[in-house]
């Protein structure tokens, strides 16, 4: 028995190795014309989704319907609608109009324009959301941050008090470059170049930009006249204690008791989220109070300064009042590029967020293309530039919107504040919108994200305080192009090593 379990050893490993040695000979790939490669990359590039797929092997009259709900995705949603639905978006379309009435005034302010537009731009741009956006949650509407921006880049080369309706022109033409520069990346589907803003360069510049936008509102909160024009927080504070002769007890002291008032019922909510009325509420009760306050003691002739008079009526056109003349082209177009980028950054995440609580979709590139196309209009119909606020959608989500008929609810509630209750908010002090916008900006400080990056990745937190100083000591606009740079020359080191690392495995 044993040779021939010997033989059957050898035969075997034998017949083993010649398994190991077979060779298979694999057909050549069919050959393919550089015409044919580049329109491959292309579509791995711009389609890898293959958006066109569902339009193949239909009818004119089918691939006609499937275009407009694809471009329109209000007739995707719209037909199936309910009495119930409606229920809910009316309730969190009420909510967040309480919210966004404050915050737009505020937000106006900030960027140096007058308050009214604010409120313009609270009206159209959701009325333009609702039908091409593909999030249910989203809030349209200013954000300090691009209000912050805009306001800081247009000042450096026009005065908003000397020239205000140049500046308004201005900001006008920066909407209008801004909306086109959105539309364009999702038309062109380009949408990976956000992607330079990593998390922790919008962690370190949201940071250092909401410290900026507080600092700025002290001229509110103490009652200052003559304030800087710079951003930074070494001329700010410079600017606080060499006009401390300007500070006014009656504006601290009111100040003081809203900012408690607000940051508490922020608290709240943070604590019970079933209690988001309470900050959701809170804002429009400050700006209540706080008119009947003045209007009652006559406190404006008491150092106390007021909104004053706002004019009445629905948004005018504002067409005829772009600018794209050679001597500030440059400068809106600039401005446009900035605060486009960061606007729609901001409102892409917020829509992905609360998509993804609600297990739903968000296409980016339709995203893209609706909040574009909605600062385009915007900057036609008096509005400046608007995105997905995440303070205003977090209410909205929290009230239970179920679609985006909640900005619709909203649009229409602030047009009926722009038609009728106009004249209230003549006595509306200053010192309150400072403390909304503070209790608004407070919350893009995230520290306990900032902890996170630097366990993970040194180099990333490394990159985040480029983002955060630099915003603090130069600019807001430099802060964020360091930010940037660094990052994409970390990005260039890593490629350019593992290129170097692959040519010395070769040879």
């Keep these: 028995m044993e040779p021939n379990g010997s033989n059957f050893h050898n035969m075997t490993s034998s017949h083993h190795i010649a398994m190991e040695t077979e060779v298979h000979r694999v057909a050549a790939p069919p050959h393919r014309s550089s015409l044919h490669k580049l329109k491959t990359l292309l579509k791995e590039t711009f389609f890898p989704d293959d958006p066109f797929r569902q339009f193949k092997g239909k009818s004119w009259k089918l691939q006609l319907i ?29 909510t967040i109009a309480s919210v966004a009435i404050p915050q737009g005034i505020s937000y106006a302010k900030l960027a140096n324009l007058p308050p009214i537009v604010g409120l313009y731009s609270s009206f159209v741009p959701p009325l333009i959301y609702a039908v091409l956006g593909s999030s249910r949650d989203l809030a349209v509407g200013p954000v300090s941050i691009s209000s912050l921006i805009m306001g800081s880049m247009l000042r450096q080369q026009v005065s908003p008090s000397q020239d205000p309706l140049l500046f308004l022109q201005l900001a006008f033409s920066s909407t209008f470059f801004a909306g086109l520069f959105q539309a364009s990346l999702g038309f062109l589907r380009l949408g990976f170049i956000i992607d330079f803003l990593s998390k922790a360069t919008l962690i370190g510049f949201m940071g250092g930009a909401a410290i900026i936008v507080s600092l700025q509102q002290l001229k509110s909160l103490l009652g200052i006249k003559n304030f800087t024009k710079k951003m930074g927080i070494l001329p700010v504070m410079t600017s606080v204690f060499h006009n401390i002769h300007e500070w006014s007890w009656q504006t601290i002291l009111m100040g003081f008791c809203f900012l408690v008032f607000l940051l508490l019922a922020r608290h709240i909510s943070i604590r019970k989220p079933k209690l988001f009325w309470v900050s959701a509420g809170a804002p429009l009760l400050s700006v209540i109070i706080a008119t ?55 409102g892409i995440a917020v829509g992905r967020t609360f998509a993804a609580l609600k297990n739903y979709q968000v296409d980016g590139n339709k995203e893209m293309i609706a909040i574009g196309v909605m600062n385009i209009v915007g900057s036609s119909t008096s509005c400046y530039v608007t995105t997905g606020a995440f303070s205003r959608s977090a209410v909205n989500h929290n009230a239970g919107c179920k679609t985006a008929v909640s900005n619709v609810v909203m649009a229409v509630t602030v047009m009926i504040t722009l038609l009728l209750l106009m004249p209230l908010f003549q006595y509306t002090p200053n010192v309150i ?44 606009e430099e802060g964020l192009a360091i930010a940037v740079i660094k990052l994409s020359h970390s990005y260039i080191l890593v490629m350019t090593k593992s290129h170097v690392n692959h040519f010395y495995q070769q040879y």
Excluded at 72 to 92: A, C, M, R, T
Excluded at 304 to 311: A, D, N, T
């Design 66 to 94: 499937l275009g407009a709900k694809y471009i329109f995705p209000v007739l995707e949603w719209g037909p199936k609608y309910s009495l119930n639905l409606l229920k809910s978006d009316i309730v969190s379309g009420l």
């Design 292 to 346: 009947l306050l003045v209007f009652a003691s006559k406190a404006q002739n008491h150092g106390i300064s007021v909104i004053g008079k706002l004019p009445e009526g629905l948004n005018p056109p504002s067409w005829n009042m772009l600018h794209f003349h050679d001597t500030y082209l440059g400068l809106v177009i600039k401005t446009g590029l900035v605060t486009g980028i960061i606007s729609l950054t901001e």
């Design 433 to 476: 919108l400072g403390a909304i916008i503070v209790t608004a900006v407070i919350g893009l400080i995230d520290i306990p994200a900032a902890i996170q990056i630097w366990k993970i990745d040194k180099f990333d937190f490394l990159v985040m305080l480029c983002a955060f100083f630099g915003v603090l000591f130069i600019s807001v």
